[in-house]
């Protein structure tokens, strides 16, 4: 199978991009392939890599909004989530992916509940992705060792898929949900298959202080107590590390992801301190969380929020660049989840995108980086192209309206099945 794209922008000079199998394969020279795109008037970049997100939770877009966090989840987002189904997983995760095909991204990060459902879906539709089983004992370490077989089973299924696209992780959910031995022996799993430990890190301040009052000790001195970190830790959110905590995840080559979407709405409290982790060299990269604190999976949105956060909490207009953030979106989610991704090179993933700059907010281009962050929405992708497949071009994907006519109806069911639950 291979794909030529014809005079296409790169690097603002018009040239062609051929793709064989899933690789790119040569810049610059017109070769007859089975599929041809007329690239004119577009700009080819790396597809978006969104390193965080609870994909199946786009059945809970607009379900609750504008309430206290512990209200929000204790009365609205748990019930709801209690009766979510193995097929609303699949459907949910289905909705999901026509999203980020249809904004650019072309590889995320997922922790949710019936990780083989997902996967299912993430096969058909095309994408690329690291599925992670999210793991809740609730401190209680018996229940967690209970819990440990059903969780390495669908770890083992999404594994023995053989998907080149798919790779599992594991995903103990946060430091006061999962308790220290089930802590521990995550990171031997992870030291026994070197599959990625995706896990929430330092995303409110009562996190930090219940740390504190349970451990004595900081979030991250508290997982490096108990021998947690290593380069294979993806930490979302880390909204409130200090100083010394940014030097030893450096150290440890521990990886965090910024949601500023998320951060803000959920009000957590101040930025991620982007500047000194920069700084400290941690390897950064975006996500967009789920979509009941977002409410979407647009990357584009969370470019700009990103970068006018960022800009804003430092009172310094020059932090933050396009083409940093640009960068952050692309290369750093690449590099977080281990990808051969995140720029386009010859001998490279053909994760791609190709962006229409006739869009008016794309007009004039005096610079695409400044366009892209600050002034696009995810509606200037016109194709996206994941593993050397197209999955959209002209704006359509094979079968979207069924996959928006199927959410619609199990959102419907799910939230009836909910309220009748409550009533009774
Ligand atoms: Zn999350």
């Not at 083409?323 to 053909?350: P, S």
Request: a neutral charge; one cysteine or more.
């Amino acid at each position: 199978m291979s794909i030529l794209i014809k005079d296409v922008l790169l690097d603002g000079k018009a040239t062609s991009v051929y793709i064989e199998d899933d690789r790119i394969s040569e810049l610059g020279r017109k070769i007859e392939a089975d599929t041809e795109i007329d690239g004119k008037k577009k700009a080819l970049l790396p597809g978006l890599v969104n390193a965080h997100t609870h994909a199946a939770m786009t059945l809970l877009r607009s379900y609750a909004d504008d309430m206290r966090l512990q209200e929000w989840l204790e009365t609205r987002i748990w019930p709801a989530e209690k009766k979510l189904t193995r097929e609303d997983i699949y459907v949910g995760t289905k909705l999901a992916c026509l999203e980020m095909i249809k904004s650019g991204t072309t590889c995320f990060n997922d922790m949710y509940f019936h990780m083989d459902m997902a996967a299912k879906a993430v096969q058909e539709m095309g994408l690329r992705a690291v599925l992670c089983e999210g793991f809740i004992d609730r401190m209680d370490k018996d229940a967690g060792e209970e819990m440990l077989g059903p969780t390495r089973k669908i770890t083992e299924k999404i594994a023995k898929m053989g998907s080149s696209r798919i790779k599992p992780a594991w995903g103990p959910h946060a430091i006061y949900t999962v308790s220290t031995d089930s802590l521990r022996t995550f990171r031997q799993l992870s030291d026994e298959t070197g599959y990625p430990i995706h896990m929430h890190l330092s995303e409110t301040r009562n996190e930090v202080d219940d740390c504190h009052k349970a451990f004595g000790k900081s979030p991250v001195s508290y997982l490096e107590s108990v021998g947690f970190l290593t380069e294979r830790c993806v930490f979302a959110h880390g909204v409130w590390l200090q100083s010394d905590e940014m030097h030893t995840l450096a150290r440890r080559k521990a990886k965090v992801v910024h949601n500023p979407v998320s951060n803000m709405k959920l009000s957590v409290g101040k930025a991620m301190p982007y500047a000194d982790l920069t700084k400290a060299g941690v390897r950064l990269s975006l996500g967009t969380d789920g979509a009941a604190s977002n409410n979407n999976l647009d990357m584009f949105q969370t470019l700009k929020a990103a970068a006018l956060l960022q800009k804003f909490a430092a009172d310094d207009q020059t932090i933050a660049s396009a083409k940093e953030i640009w960068d952050l979106g692309t290369l750093g989610g690449a590099k977080t989840l281990g990808l051969d991704a995140g720029v386009v090179r010859e001998g490279g993933l053909a994760d791609l995108i190709l962006v229409d700059l006739t869009k008016v907010f794309m007009v004039p281009n005096h610079n695409l980086y400044s366009n892209l962050v600050y002034a696009a929405s995810g509606d200037c992708v016109d194709t996206t192209i994941c593993d050397g497949k197209i999955l959209m071009t002209g704006r359509r994907v094979r079968g979207e309206d069924e996959t928006i006519d199927e959410a619609s109806k199990a959102a419907k069911n799910l939230a009836r099945r909910v309220s009748d639950g409550q009533s009774r």
